[in-house]
């Protein structure tokens, strides 16, 4: 069972360090801690380890690069999915190695990790805004957030009434409903998300010092349960860093 000292331990080591943000895989770390689901994965430094790192996992996997200086790991090139095979894995990293902006990359290996079951991919995200304090904001992955817009914000701490008008609030809440023959997905499993990144025992209220910023992008959300598959947090910054 997680304690909120691992939480608070998790981001002590990390500023120990001087880190300014979790990247994927501390975050991810978290959010589970916070009862959030993430894909299952392991983290592999050379090809030579797939083969032991693919046996506690179950395919379709996805290969991720893990590097401090690549913020947006498809622009990069460095994410390959729907890998069915120890050999497609191991190809899907040697050309990464052979990718450009990756070769330049201080590398911290590659993440194989579980494919989330099939869904509707949605952003969550907290900011703390001068006035307002912290917030927390959702919409639908792609272009619904980068093109039209779509997003719904809150003031924290939100109850679960707040969180369903969130979602409903959205322009295109017709798609997570199921509209044009798609399968609806599991709004409560959204909810839930949203709770426990911004409800009133969530990580933003039990942890107030310690965010600005909390980017899940996306959240994979089938008619069943939501998976956080990428996740990034900034810390909030300190004159007097602990
Ligand atoms: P980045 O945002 O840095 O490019 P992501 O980790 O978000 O990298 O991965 C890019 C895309 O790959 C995601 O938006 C999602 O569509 C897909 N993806 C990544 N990880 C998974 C996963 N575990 N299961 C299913 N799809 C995934
Ligand atoms: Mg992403």
Same mark, same amino acid.
């Given at each position: 069972m997680t304690t909120a000292t691992d939480i608070s331990a998790l981001i002590a080591a990390r500023r120990a360090r001087r880190a300014l943000a979790l990247d994927e895989i501390g975050g991810k770390k978290l959010l589970a801690m916070a009862g959030i689901a993430i894909p299952k994965g392991v983290l592999v430094k050379r090809v030579a380890d797939v083969n032991d790192a693919l046996s506690g996992l179950a395919f379709p996997v996805v290969v991720k690069v893990v590097s401090p200086d690549i913020?947006?790991?498809?622009? @990069? +090139?460095?994410?390959?999915?729907?890998?069915c095979s120890l050999n497609e894995v191991q190809h899907a990293i040697e050309i990464m190695m052979?990718?450009?902006?990756?070769?330049? !990359?201080?590398?911290?290996?590659?993440?194989?990790?579980? %494919? $989330?079951t099939?869904?509707?991919?949605?952003?969550?995200? !907290?900011?703390?805004?001068?006035?307002?304090?912290?917030?927390?904001?959702? +919409?639908?992955?792609?272009?619904?957030v980068e093109v039209l817009g779509d997003v719904s914000f809150r003031i924290c701490p939100i109850s679960p009434l707040d969180a369903r008008e969130m979602?409903?609030?959205?322009?295109?809440? !017709?798609?997570?409903?199921?509209?044009?023959?798609?399968?609806?997905?599991?709004?409560?499993?959204?909810?839930?998300?949203?709770?426990?990144? +911004?409800?009133?025992?969530?990580?933003? %209220?039990?942890?107030?010092d310690?965010?600005?910023?909390?980017?899940?992008?996306?959240?994979?959300?089938?008619?069943?349960? $939501?998976? @956080?598959?990428? $996740?990034?947090?900034?810390?909030?910054q300190r004159d007097d860093a602990r």
């Open positions: 913020l947006h790991k498809s622009d @990069a +090139g460095g994410v390959k999915v729907n890998l052979d990718t450009p902006a990756i070769q330049k !990359a201080k590398l911290d290996g590659f993440l194989i990790e579980e %494919m $989330a099939p869904g509707q991919e949605i952003v969550v995200g !907290a900011v703390q805004d001068a006035q307002f304090g912290p917030m927390i904001m959702v +919409g639908l992955g792609g272009i619904f979602l409903e609030d959205l322009k295109c809440v !017709a798609i997570l409903n199921g509209a044009r023959g798609r399968e609806a997905v599991s709004k409560s499993a959204i909810i839930e998300v949203l709770l426990k990144i +911004g409800g009133e025992d969530g990580l933003l %209220m039990r942890y107030p310690e965010f600005s910023e909390i980017d899940i992008n996306p959240l994979i959300v089938s008619n069943s349960g $939501a998976v @956080a598959v990428d $996740a990034r947090f900034i810390l909030t």
